[in-house]
């Protein structure tokens, strides 16, 4: 049975993100100078991985979802109007924390959290956002485990 | 492992595109044939579809009763037919092929379970029920409708309802239900050559609801019995309209025949002929005789997906008709009561996409105004939804309320988020040394990804109690009080060397040379990420991010 899911043709989300995001690893990691490398240098590897990871994802998914369909044109977007807008996006979910402390109640005030979350969150109603939440997060957790196994696998070796 | 995913509520598959799904439908293909091909279906209830016992019962009263009437093969063969002639009686309009009731032809071949679910949906086929039902009583080949079947108007959907249906009774008697056989035997026969081809899916899907619904069947009525059986294939056929489309057709069947000894048709057809696609509202009432039944959790599970079923294929033709379903609604009131009657009438017609809308049922004692219908319908496709997602988020079992567990799954979902970006800050930091391995990275991850993981993962608890792995292992609020409370003092990064001297572990071997390195990383740290970490920092006792331990070691590995 793991042989037969876990064949190179076989093509399930959590496969494609991997290869995807190996690939966009390698690419940055070839990138690295050979210095020691600065602090600063290390925050903008940082992102360039926190990028790759979500556009593989998305790409992963492609455009079957909404979510993946809008992240892949935010970061486009982010693409086009350069790097420093990433900078910018961190600052404004900094703000968006201290907003959230001011306790929006019940389901609608949830939901428009969620709506902020979920990549593409805003233009949906409430039923098809929990359809993209469902499947958002299957996919988040889906990242997170096989960036763990990498993490685990570099450090270890 | 897939595992955790194919326990998940099975969703339908092609509305949220998860492939987790098709593959946990590839491997009932091989149950499924086990299922549906053993021969001693009587011995083997554990196997056979819940459906297929509950008609087993209808069709021991007509074939004890009609034994010597019906000419033709074995006694088998007669019940099939007698229940066929009486289904026919009923629907007397689109076309079955005669191909799936053979009778006295036990081909236990794989054609059985092929061609029962053949027929492709995009043909409305004429229902010659009627000329078969002739045929049973006497042979005789009658062209047109029945004059019997006056009072009933055509419903092609119904036609195909009526092959699965008989389908399934082939099938729960061995029938061998070859195409190339019928022809000769009843030209006018019902035609379920042209059932659809989702045949995989739908087969693996009774196989699943034959599994859950076994129990049920054997200690409940045959009426209980068939309402499970429909439960089951109602929640079954979520994933595709086809799909649905057959199983509510069958389901229709089902409850059409048992009313069949019973004489009260009329009303099944006028409920018939009025609705299409429908949401069975007094679903609610089943739901909760359901559960008196079987409490285990699959019961509300099918409930739910039964519920979801209709919410999906509900959402797919919302707009087309939805006022003129809830003023049927308003025509229709309270023949919620009849548990029978309503069960599984999500039928959508893919023949006449245009003309499909939903029809809701107002139930017992509630308002029928087309206002509150629509919001009825509307509430329950977010509640069902929301029982999902509570499956998936770990930790909500308990939590009842949409606002408490709307608040579980945003947390989850910031923790997922900031998990990301701590492995990828922590990928970032890593050595370069991994271009070294990693296409053997490429290969052992998507191979060994699922068994592996769980042994990584193992280590690290056991080695850090104080710091236990990612998110999942926590405590919900605590980690919302945590957010909550973030604070922006300078975190205590000695406190944390401290504690992770404490429990030094082969996961972390640098840890005791990281100290001198850690006040200039940190200041240089973007903001949002500083605040994130004095948040999981603030609280390391307690519980801990999988980031906590992360950033730790990246600055170990500067």
Known sequence: ?157 | MEKENMTQPNWASSTFGMEIQPNELNYAPDQLTNCFFNPNWDNSVDQSDPFESALSSIVSSPAASNAGAIPGGGGDGLMIRELIGRLGSICNSGDISPQNYIAGHNNNNNSTNTSCYSTPLNSPPKLKLSMMDSQIRGNLPIPGNHPSLAPFSPDPGFAERAARFSCFVSNTSCMGLNETELPYRLMPRVESGRLSRAASNQSLKLATGSQMGVQENNRSSPQEANLAADKKLSRLSRSSTPENTELGDSREGSSVSEQIPGGEVSNKVDTETKGRKRKSIPRGKAKETFSLTTPSAKDSKAALDNDESNAKRSKQDEDAGNEKDTAKGKTEPKTAGDVNQKQNKDNSKPAEPPKDYIHVRARRGQATDSHSLAERVRREKISERMKFLQDLVPGCNKVTGKAVMLDEIINYVQSLQRQVEFLSMKLSTVNPRMDLNMDALLSKDIFQSRGALPHTLYPIDSAMPTFPFGYQHQQVPSLHSSIANGTENQFPVNSLNAALRRNPSAQLPPIDGFGEATPEVSALWEDDLQSVVQMAFGQNKQQSFHGSMAAAQMKVEL
């Not at chain 1, 903008?44 to 790409?59: G, I």
């Not at chain 1, 420093?84 to 703000?95: A, Y």
């Not at chain 1, 201290?98 to 005030?109: A, C, D, L, N, Q």
Request: proline residues 3%; glycine residues 4%; contains cysteine.
């Open chain 1, 1 to 157: 049975m793991n042989s037969k899911r876990f064949s190179p043709t076989s093509s399930t989300i959590k496969s494609r993100f991997t290869r995807r995001f190996l690939r966009a690893l390698l690419k940055i990691n070839r990138q690295r100078t050979r210095t020691p490398s600065s602090p600063m240098e290390i925050c903008q590897r940082y992102l360039k991985v926190k990028l790759a990871a979500d556009v593989s994802m998305a790409s992963a998914v492609g455009s079957r979802r909404a979510w993946s369909r809008a992240m892949l044109a935010k970061i486009r977007h982010g693409v086009r109007t350069g790097s420093m807008c990433s900078l910018t996006m961190m600052r404004k979910r900094k703000i968006y924390h201290r907003k959230k402390s001011t306790k929006e109640v019940g389901i609608v005030g949830n939901a428009k959290v969620l709506r902020k979350l979920v990549p593409g969150g805003e233009a949906m109603d409430t039923c098809s956002l929990l359809d993209e939440t469902f499947h958002y997060i299957k996919c988040l957790s889906t990242q997170v485990k096989v960036m763990t196994r990498i993490a685990d696998q570099i450090c270890s070796t």
